[in-house]
C-alpha cells in the first residue's frame, strides 16, 4: 500500500468505527448548576459507575481545561461564553472519537446551553440540572466564593451577583434525593 | 451512595485506569511536514492499521479543527502558534482519555514542536517528519495552494515564503519509499 499517492481514496475510519471497538454511543452528558452544587462529585461517581460497565469516558471540568485549554481566558461575560464554545467543542470531537463525556461546568445560560447542545446535537445530548438549592451550596461553599461574593470581593458569581437560568427541559433532573443508579440507566438505555 | 456530600472522597477514575480497558497507552503521533507531504493520507492509513488492531485512536487535523475548536483563529503568526497551541492541549487532553492521538499540521516551526511535546512529554510524543520532497509537493499541489503562493497570491505559505524548519531529532523520519507498517510497528512497540 502506497502512503504517497494522495489521489489513492480509502474508507476512513468512522465515528461508528470508533464506536464499534468501544461497545458504546458517543454521547455528552452536560452537567449544570450552582457552584458547589455537587457537579464534580457527580461527574466523578458516575464515570466510576460507567467504568465498572467498560464504558469509555471522560470527564472535562474546569479544572484540567481552565489550566490548560482555555487558560488565556478571564471570567468577563465574552470570556465566559467562549470558555463554553471551548468546552462544547472539544466535548463534540471527544464523542466523534467514541467517547461518553461528561461535563462539569456551571454554565447558567440557556443561550450557552442551547449552543452546546445545537453544535452536538439532539440526540447525543443529555442535560443534567444538578438542582441543590442556593443555601445548601452557599453553606458548603468549597472555594470560599460565596463568601467572597456576599462581601463584594466578587462580581458575576453565579446566583449571588449573576443569573443561573434554570434548565426549561433537561434529560435529567438531579435533586438532592436522586441516584446516580437512575441517572447511569438513563444513559445505559440511550448508549 | 450518597453523590451529595462533597467531602465524600472517593478514588477518581485515572488515565491508566481508561487506558487499562481499552488494551493501550496513550499517546501523540504528531505528524509535521509540508502542504500536500501526505500527512491527512497518512493519518488515515495508519489509523486503519491501528483500528485492525482494535486500538483506540482519534485524527485531529485542519479539517475538524478550523471548522469548529479553532474557526475563530486567521493564519497570521499569532494565530497559527495558537492554533498549534489548541492542538497540543485538545491531543494532551484526548491523550489523557486513554486515545491515540494522530496530529496532522505542518506545524512547520521547531518552538511550536518543542511547545508540544514539552506539553504532552517527551515519553508520550512520536513525532513523525514526513519528509516529502517540496517539488513534489508542489507538483501535487492538492489545494492550489503552492500556485498562489507562486502568484504571489498567498503570503506565509511554508516552503514558498515562509520557512520550514526540518526536525531535528524525530522519532521517526518517513521518506517517499517509507512503509506505513514500519510506523504502525513503533507505535504498537511504544504502546
Chains 1, 2 share one sequence.
Not at 44 to 60: F, G, V
Not at 70 to 75: A, T
Not at 87 to 104: C, K, R
Not at 131 to 151: H, Q, S, V
Request: a neutral charge; charged letters at 25%; one cysteine or more.
Amino acid at each position: 500500500m502506497s502512503t504517497n499517492n494522495i489521489y489513492f481514496h480509502e474508507t476512513n475510519i468512522s465515528r461508528t468505527d470508533r464506536e464499534l471497538i468501544k461497545g458504546q454511543k458517543g454521547m455528552i452528558i452536560w452537567l449544570t448548576g450552582l457552584s458547589g452544587s455537587g457537579k464534580s462529585t457527580l461527574a466523578n461517581n458516575l464515570e466510576k459507575e460507567l467504568h465498572k460497565l467498560k464504558k469509555h469516558t471522560y470527564i472535562l471540568d474546569g479544572d484540567n481545561l481552565r489550566l490548560g485549554l482555555n487558560k488565556d481566558l478571564g471570567f468577563g461575560n465574552d470570556d465566559r461564553v467562549e470558555n463554553i464554545r471551548r468546552v462544547a467543542e472539544v466535548a463534540n470531537l471527544m464523542m466523534d472519537a467514541g467517547l461518553i463525556v461528561i461535563t462539569a461546568f456551571i454554565s447558567p445560560f440557556r443561550a450557552e446551553r442551547l449552543m452546546a447542545r445545537t453544535l452536538i446535537g439532539n440526540n447525543n445530548f443529555i442535560e443534567v440540572f444538578v438542582d441543590t438549592p442556593l443555601e445548601i451550596c452557599e453553606w458548603r461553599d468549597p472555594k470560599g466564593l460565596y463568601k467572597k461574593a456576599r462581601n463584594g470581593e466578587l462580581l458575576n458569581m453565579t446566583g449571588i451577583n449573576s443569573p443561573y437560568e434554570i434548565p426549561e427541559k433537561p434529560e435529567f433532573h438531579f435533586l438532592p434525593n436522586s441516584s446516580v443508579e437512575d441517572l447511569k440507566k438513563l444513559i445505559v438505555n440511550h448508549a
